[in-house]
């Protein structure tokens, strides 16, 4: 796969506006539904308050994310399936290598399903132990707009809109920076049959060596 030239949002965020094509973009959003058959969405709670996420999410890949009232996690487990979680596709594996470089492949491709008034509260990915591996996140469907700030949750924020198709990545001095999404605008593109956004994170979960 290759790359159109990307944008420095801040050190260590990139983003590639358009990355995937609309013919690519529907072939993802088919194989994310037709996996989504063996491996369903579902309603993660919060650590502590066990209140539920506004978003659904199912995993792909070896080790899935996930959040129970006892914390944050990667599993090897669907929670309410308890079968192995399906295989990472094809295009999300070469996306990987293009946009990272790095020497081993992603374990975990989490998506997140964002229907009407659903968000995401700004938080860090930092249950990965590879922390020298980027972040490499997927926008499908209905326009967004992403928040980032700094290594604390003080400090200052900015935000910018995220399209159906644009990759961006975390990594380097910005792997630990705080994210998150305030809103989507819901009907903004037909991407998705039901409406709504996908988000797909891949990661790098243990060192390549371990
Ligand atoms: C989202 N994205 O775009 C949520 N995390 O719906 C993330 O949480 C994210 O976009 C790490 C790196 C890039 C991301
Ligand atoms: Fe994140």
């Given at each position: 796969m290759r790359l159109p030239s990307k944008l420095e949002i801040a050190p260590g965020i990139a983003l590639w506006p358009g990355a995937l094509n609309a013919a690519t973009q529907e072939e993802l959003v088919r194989e994310v539904f037709a996996l989504a058959d063996v491996s369903p969405f579902y309603r993660p709670v919060m650590p502590k308050s066990g209140k539920p996420f506004s978003v659904e999410e199912s995993n792909f890949g070896s080790l899935g994310w996930v959040s129970t009232v006892e914390g944050y996690r990667y599993a090897k487990e669907h929670p309410l399936t308890h079968a192995p979680w399906p295989a990472i596709p094809e295009i999300l594996l070469a996306l990987w290598d293009a946009a990272t470089g790095y020497r081993a492949p992603p374990e975990c491709c989490l998506v997140n399903l964002y229907g009407e008034g659903a968000r995401m509260g700004l938080h860090q990915d930092?249950?990965?132990?590879?922390?020298d591996a980027a972040v490499v996140s997927v926008s499908l469907g209905d326009d967004a707009l992403f928040r980032i700030g700094g290594d604390t949750r003080k400090g200052a924020t900015r935000s910018f809109p995220l399209k159906s198709g644009d990759v961006v990545t975390f990594g380097g001095p910005a792997r630990l920076a705080f994210h998150g999404i305030d809103r989507i605008v819901y009907g903004s593109s037909r991407l998705i049959p039901q409406g709504g956004r996908l988000n797909l994170t891949l990661r790098r979960v243990t060192p390549p060596e371990a």
């Open positions: 930092r249950d990965e132990r590879a922390l």
